[in-house]
T-cell receptor, first 109, second 114 residues
Framework: GQQLNQSPQSMFIQEGEDVSMNCTSSSIFNTWLWYKQEPGEGPVLLIALYKAGELTSNGRLTAQFGITRKDSFLNISASIPSDVGIYFCAGQPGNQFYFGTGTSLTVIP | EAEVAQSPRYKITEKSQAVAFWCDPISGHATLYWYRQILGQGPELLVQFQDESVVDDSQLPKDRFSAERLKGVDSTLKIQPAELGDSAMYLC????????????FGPGTRLTVL
């Protein structure tokens, strides 16, 4: 199946710091999505990207659809404790969706 | 706020037993998905329905897994017989027809096979 590599695998940051994570694929994607999953819950959609180069914000979150269409980035500014969770990228090269391996974020108050 | 409902939230079973999971999508969502998420990994699509029809079950282990959505609303995923390697979170998601890039997930069923 499709491989989506996310990095970093985990992050431990101080409250108030900015966070950056990325996702790369082996093929061109038509859509990139970013989800957040908290323990024992299903993923929640944060941002959806549909065009190469697109930059979209949702509050303190900003995501970009890479120009090559093989990568995407998510930034979180001024992190707060409730940002804790696992962040997944998901991409759609055709009809099916593929999820990345996840970035686990821990915010230290 | 409309949500995807799943039950049970947790299931513990012994290997070789049969298990079934239920999902009720958001009202009006024609597309329903079942995913399996192994601990530490991202969700992996098992089966996708459009109304009552299967549109993609290429990753469903059909020797032991089955899924149905008889009336095009709620859905059941069954495993028979369960194996130790089936321990995982089983997630259901739904979306409006033609909007599969905006899937809404349920809370999942955590399956443990002993």
């Amino acid at each position: 199946g499709q491989q989506l590599n996310q990095s970093p695998q985990s992050m431990f940051i101080q409250e108030g710091e900015d966070v950056s994570m990325n996702c790369t694929s082996s093929s061109i994607f038509n859509t990139w999505l970013w989800y957040k999953q908290e323990p024992g819950e299903g993923p929640v959609l944060l941002i959806a990207l549909y065009k190469a180069g697109e930059l979209t914000s949702n509050g303190r979150l900003t995501a970009q659809f890479g120009i090559t269409r093989k990568d995407s980035f998510l930034n979180i500014s001024a992190s707060i404790p409730s940002d804790v969770g696992i962040y997944f990228c998901a991409g759609q090269p055709g009809n099916q969706f593929y999820f990345g391996t996840g970035t686990s974020l821990t915010v230290i108050p | 706020e409309a949500e995807v409902a799943q039950s049970p939230r947790y299931k513990i079973t012994e290997k070789s037993q049969a298990v079934a999971f239920w999902c009720d999508p958001i009202s009006g969502h024609a597309t329903l998905y079942w995913y399996r998420q192994i601990l530490g990994q991202g969700p992996e699509l098992l089966v996708q329905f459009q109304d009552e029809s299967v549109v993609d079950d290429s990753q469903l282990p059909k020797d032991r897994f089955s899924a149905e959505r008889l009336k095009g609303v709620d859905s059941t995923l069954k495993i028979q017989p369960a194996e130790l390697g089936d321990s995982a979170m089983y997630l259901c998601a739904s979306s409006l027809e033609g909007a599969d890039n905006e899937q809404f997930f349920g809370p999942g069923t955590r399956l443990t096979v002993l």
